[in-house]
């Protein structure tokens, strides 16, 4: 598959919001793993090889195991997430598809506090931004370096 646009020379200006909003991520309560976790995540769902090259290279430099990570699309069936990550990963599931269901959303409020939950919700938004640019301008996957956007946080 060709690249089509270099967005990150071509849309600097564009880009300015998004980065932002990954700033703001970066600095929340929400504990980096977790967040690098459903960023993960909601990138095999959206199907975005540059996010996931990315986001499982910053996951290993971050100490994660290999094990949580194969098993991320089984995590309803899988023994190794903690409830706090179900609850997010469930929230952002659903936030992702356009949903927001009662049971998913109650299930999340006993873990998150209320700004937690804003931040999750925006989590999920930003990465499926993300994953949409990078599906449509098609970079390179493979060549990510772990922490090489640390300074964008996205």
Known sequence: MEPRINYLQKG???????????????KSSIEQPLLHLIYF????INGCAYCLD????????MGETEQRLYM???WKESPVY???ERAAFAWVEAINANEAPDDIYETARR?????????????AITISGYNRINIAFRPVAGNYQPGMFNAKAN
């Not at 995540?41 to 095999?44: A, G």
């Not at 990315?54 to 430099?61: C, G, I, P, Q």
């Not at 937690?116 to 989590?123: F, K, M, N, S, V």
């Open 72 to 74: 991320l699309p089984a």
């Open 111 to 123: 873990e998150f506090s209320e700004e937690e939950l804003i931040d999750l919700t925006i989590a």
């Open 82 to 84: 903690t409830t706090r």
């Open 54 to 61: 990315m986001h499982s290279k910053d996951l290993r430099a």
């Open 12 to 26: 600097q200006s564009a880009l300015k919001a998004l980065f932002g909003l990954g700033m703001y991520l970066g």
């Open 41 to 44: 995540r909601i990138s095999q």
